[in-house]
């Protein structure tokens, strides 16, 4: 038996206080998750789906959209000499121009190439929809090619291989260092014994969280435990 299925043995009202609610994800947690997915995105050799992903944290961070706001976002939607995105928001599709900092523009100007080779390989027309599959899947014993555009359940579940990734790789070293907060689009973190940041609104879906621990080696020590929804 699984520690959760302990818990919900103990009865649905305990289970329910073990998962929720969740803690939020602070300023400072989601800037690190930015910047490194955003470092990642800019590497030779970088995955489609690591690009993919500061895409979705870049404009999330720019716009407070949600993932199904993102969803419907197009390459129209962008204009990255002039620097601003469009965005739907809501069920009411409420439209709204955000600008994108110096930071975000490159990460999408990398997804535009990344996207043009993955919509080389299709046959009929381009999607329009700016996020799209970068890995072939199949459905009912049928490949479906990469390139078309991506389900909200394809999104989470390639935030989540984001996450065990994250964890298996500082598993060892007892967590990455954060970097310093030093670039004018992020904010420093709480000084010692302060109340911590307020939650960011809006990131995309259940998002990393990233808790420091006391003992992890080095002052910044930090570890990814897990998907939390941003308060």
Not at 68 to 74: E, F, K, P, Q, S
Not at 108 to 118: G, Q, S
Not at 197 to 207: D, E, I, M, S
């Amino acid at each position: 038996m699984t520690a959760g299925q302990a818990e919900e043995a103990k009865g649905p009202d305990r289970a329910a206080e073990v998962r929720y609610p969740r803690p939020p994800v602070s300023l400072e947690e989601a800037e690190w998750v930015w910047r490194t997915l955003a470092s990642q995105a800019m590497e030779e050799g970088a995955k489609p789906e690591t690009v993919r992903l500061a895409v979705v944290t870049g404009l999330a961070r720019a716009s407070g959209a949600r993932y199904g706001d993102l969803l419907r976002c197009t390459v129209r939607s962008l204009d990255l000499g002039a620097g601003w995105v469009d965005v739907e928001h809501g069920k009411h599709r409420v439209p709204r121009r955000h600008g994108l900092d110096a930071g975000t523009v490159p990460v999408l100007r990398r997804w535009m190439d990344v996207r043009a080779d993955l919509c080389a390989e299709l046959e009929g027309s381009v999607p329009e929809a700016l996020l799209l599959t970068v890995h072939h899947t199949h459905d009912n014993g049928v490949t479906v090619a990469a390139g078309l555009p991506i389900t909200r359940q394809g999104l989470v579940l390639s935030w989540r291989r984001f996450v065990y990734r994250t964890n298996a790789a500082h598993a060892v070293s007892g967590g990455p260092r954060c970097p310093p907060a030093s670039s004018s689009s992020a904010a420093p973190g709480p000084p010692p014994g302060s109340d911590p940041p307020a939650p960011v609104p809006g990131l995309p879906f259940p998002a990393v969280a990233v808790r420091a621990r006391p003992g992890a080696g080095a002052p910044g020590g930090c570890e990814v435990v897990g998907l939390s929804r941003p308060g």
